[in-house]
């Protein structure tokens, strides 16, 4: 079975650079869960009126964005803030999608099951994040056999 991925960007401004990139690939910055936006309204407003309604700190805004094909085909470009530069972590890294349309405990099963497959063709297990709805859905990182760090998500 085949995986799509999603391609990760530490960034110290992830709406800019995702805003950036967006335009640079004919990409959408997407609206917030359960939302649509009206025409010609800003997805940086849609998200920041989102976040204050779900008691998310204003300071944690910038956090993290995205950029979508509008077409769906190709992959969904994210960006999460993180304080460092480039120094040794590598500032793109790919989520691996394992487990599509799963919830709770049944996609943290799945993600675990993929981790053990993984870790047999030389792998290795990092850590572990639990799902914190609404914000995540919970993923384990990893690295390659070369110790490039990549999600299962």
């Known amino acids: ?16 650079l995702s805003r950036f990139w967006a335009e640079a690939m004919g ?13 010609g309204q800003d997805p940086f407003d849609a998200w920041h009126a989102f976040l204050a309604e779900v008691g998310v700190p204003e300071s944690e805004w910038n956090s993290a964005s995205a950029a979508e094909d509008p077409d769906g085909e190709g992959p969904r470009l994210f960006f999460q803030r993180v304080p460092e530069g480039k120094t040794a972590k590598n500032r793109v890294h790919l989520d691996l999608r394992a487990a599509p349309g799963l919830q709770g405990e049944e996609r943290m099963s799945a993600l675990e099951a993929e981790c053990e497959r993984l870790v047999a063709l030389g792998a290795t297990r990092v850590e572990r994040h639990e799902p914190a709805p609404p914000m995540t859905a919970g993923h384990l990182v990893m ?4 110790g490039n760090e990549f999600c299962l998500d």
């Open 27 to 39: 990409y959408v910055n997407p609206p917030p869960p359960g939302r649509e936006l009206e025409p």
């Open 1 to 16: 079975m085949s995986r799509t991925i999603q391609v990760t960007f530490d960034a110290h401004d992830p709406q800019a």
């Open 143 to 146: 690295t390659d056999p070369e």
